[in-house]
């Protein structure tokens, strides 16, 4: 049954539009040049003037030393309010180098240089490029296993629309490309968290568009990366990763955060870049603070290890 609409009491009158007006207010006129000549000139000085930019248009002034802590603040709260909306709950974290490369354009570039330094034999550049090409092409098989693990990250739960856990990286090429690519390839979708760099730079095309970020600040960045963690995952790689991986196994050792699977994909690659034995032998780290880590080879060993970790701990991730 339809209401019955309400006669409004005499000599009520109609609600005003919500935003224009039958007649102006006097401050939507600029002083007429009858009054004053000069006044169009002096008011297009004032509206032209950055000063009177509103504040949170202002970039100059958002760019200022004083006002750090509010772009730290808009750095950190952005992602954070979509991530919440989205009922992004936990995080995977996969780290790794930039320069690692499927592997067959790996050897589309070794057989590139082979070919110059044919022409070239003497060429020591040359030959410096082809060995590190020789060597990237050798731990090209990462690229897969993170893309693998990626798969089985955006599989997990109750499938690839379960974002209670979900796949985390930098947002960048090499490992990172290859687990954005793992979800990608089931439908799942993923996180990337760039950072602004000098020099021009791209997120790798596997990251869901709705959940890429650009940071200004590393700091801010980390804290993304942890602050929903619930295992991190580090492939070969150089600063970057060890600057990762060192921050977190610090919080943990310390613990400013609470204790989760770290994996280090690559044992040979692992042992020969950091020597932990040495660490604890010279007394710099406690035998403990060795195990906060484990080495894996595979995609399911690493997942495997992960929900058995958990389930350990009493912390299960579904």
Known sequence: MSEIKQAPPPNTPEPPHPQQRNEPLPSQRIKPANEDPQALQRVQAILNHPNYRQADHDVDFLGLDATRAVRLQIDYMKPELILHNDGIECTIVVFGSTRL????????????????????????????????????????????????????????????????????????????????????????????????????????????????FRFHYFGMRKMHFLMRAKALIAFPGGYGTFDELFEALTLIQTRTIKPMPVVLVGKEYWQQAVNFDYLVAEGVIEAEDRDLFWYAETAQEVWRGILAWHEANNTPLY
Do not use: W
């Not at 590190?132 to 990626?150: N, P, T």
């Not at 990250?153 to 974002?163: F, K, L, N, R, Y």
């Open 101 to 212: 490369r499927e592997p067959a354009a790996a050897q589309l570039e070794v057989t590139r240089l082979q070919q110059l330094l044919a022409e070239d034999a003497d060429n020591k550049a040359l030959q410096h490029k082809l060995a590190v090409a020789q060597r990237i092409l050798a731990k090209s098989h990462y690229y897969d296993v993170a893309r693998e693990l990626g798969t089985l990250i955006g599989s997990a739960g109750a499938g690839p629309h379960d974002c209670r856990v979900t796949l985390i990286t930098g947002g960048g090429p090499g490992a990172m490309e290859a687990a954005n690519r793992g979800a990608f390839d089931v439908g799942a979708r993923s996180i990337g968290l760039n950072i602004t760099l000098p020099h021009e730079q791209y997120p790798n095309p596997y990251v869901s568009p709705d959940l890429c």
